[in-house]
């Protein structure tokens, strides 16, 4: 079945460590994004990616750092320099490259900061 | 004004009746609209997009333009307790750079 699979779904982090989140997609899409939900409160786009070795900012960048070594993989990482973390993440992709409403979602990752 | 807006409810519905979820946007010149259902502590899933004016129908559920008035609204009819969840609307804004945003979602709730 093809789709988008986040790790891990539950994550705890101390203050002042950095944590990484998976997203692997097998839908042979182009673009992938990293959303940022908190209670509430729409989506707001943290990072995306249209092809490989190539990602633009979001809105709510600080913080984050990503990668795109690999078309089906986009890992983010949440550094100790984000003031509040705790959040749910959620990775999507796209078949089109460009501006899209059209998103799949992975099932989400939901890290709270002890 | 929020560049895309919902009331956030909760909306409570009987079963069987219509439900009707708002969403109003800033930018006049906005082209493609968006409906993402989302239930409890999963993802969304898109269920309709609209381009352009007037009603477009899948199923139980229809979607509706008025570009001039600058809302979007979905409807679904025969409401199940199975749509009660929270209901997303995404507009692609095109003043300055062109990005997609999410409005905070509105939940609503089917009784049974």
């Known amino acids: 079945d093809g789709g988008i699979t986040q790790s891990p779904k539950y994550l705890f982090r101390k203050e002042g460590q950095n944590v990484t989140l998976s997203c692997e997609q097998n839908l042979n899409h182009d673009a992938m994004y990293w959303y940022r939900q908190d209670p509430g409160q729409g989506l707001r786009l943290i990072y995306y990616?249209?092809?490989?070795?190539?990602?633009q900012k979001g809105d709510i960048a600080e913080g984050y750092s990503v990668s795109r070594e690999k078309k089906e993989s986009f890992p983010l990482t949440v550094t100790s320099a984000q003031k509040n973390p705790t959040a749910f993440y959620l990775c999507?992709?796209?078949?089109?490259?460009?501006?899209?409403?059209?998103?799949?979602f992975g099932e989400g990752s939901r890290l709270t900061v002890l | 004004q929020k560049e895309v807006e919902q009331n956030s409810g909760p909306l409570s519905v009987p079963e069987g009746a219509i439900a009707s979820l708002n969403c109003t946007y800033s930018?006049?010149?906005?082209?493609?609209f968006f409906w993402y259902r989302q239930y409890s502590g999963k993802s969304p899933e898109l269920i309709m997009f609209i381009y352009s004016n007037g009603d477009k129908e899948d199923g139980r559920f229809t979607a509706q333009l008025n570009k001039a008035s600058q809302y979007v609204s979905l409807l679904i009819r025969d409401s199940q307790p199975s749509d009660s969840a929270t209901y997303l609307c995404a507009v692609i804004l095109i003043q300055g750079a062109q990005k997609l945003v999410f409005g905070q979602g509105t939940r609503l709730t089917i009784n049974p």
């Open positions: 990616s249209q092809i490989v070795n190539d990602f």
């Open positions: 930018d006049r010149g906005s082209q493609s």
């Open positions: 999507a992709s796209s078949i089109v490259t460009g501006n899209t409403g059209e998103l799949f």
